[in-house]
């Protein structure tokens, strides 16, 4: 079982950035493939980034050069940097895990494990 805690959400002005990170539990967090997720009031969760074992990565169009994903797996910690902050990335944020490793899924069902979230909230 691996458990994963998200932080680094807040409020922050459109323009602005933020740093979320994810720890987890267990020695295995290297072999992951490492994903976050959003999900706006009265939408539903959608992909944002993800990144596998060998950390390569992959970004839902709308944050491709803003937000960046990265890991460091001595720390057990996958992180996401998000630059230039809209109102519409207002959201919870949540970081999954896929035990397959390899895979740059943006399926949230290919997601074996995942956190509680924590909350971004973008104003103007």
């Known amino acids: 079982q691996v458990q994963l805690v998200e932080s680094g959400g807040g409020l922050v002005q459109a323009g602005g950035s933020l740093r979320l990170s994810c720890a987890a539990s267990g020695r295995t967090f290297r072999t992951y493939t490492m994903g976050w997720f959003r999900q706006a009031p009265g939408k539903e969760r959608e992909f944002v980034a993800t990144?596998?074992?060998?950390?390569?990565?992959r970004y839902v169009d709308s944050v491709k050069g803003r937000f960046t994903i990265s890991r460091d797996n001595d720390k057990n910690t996958v992180y996401m940097q998000m630059n230039s902050l809209k109102l519409e990335d207002t959201a919870v944020y949540y970081c999954?895990?896929?035990?397959?490793?390899?895979?740059?899924?943006?399926?949230?069902?290919?997601?074996?494990?995942w956190g509680q979230g924590t909350q971004v909230t973008v104003s103007s």
């Open positions: 990144i596998n074992r060998g950390g390569s990565t």
């Open positions: 999954a895990a896929d035990q397959s490793g390899w895979a740059l899924s943006q399926l949230q069902y290919d997601y074996d494990y």
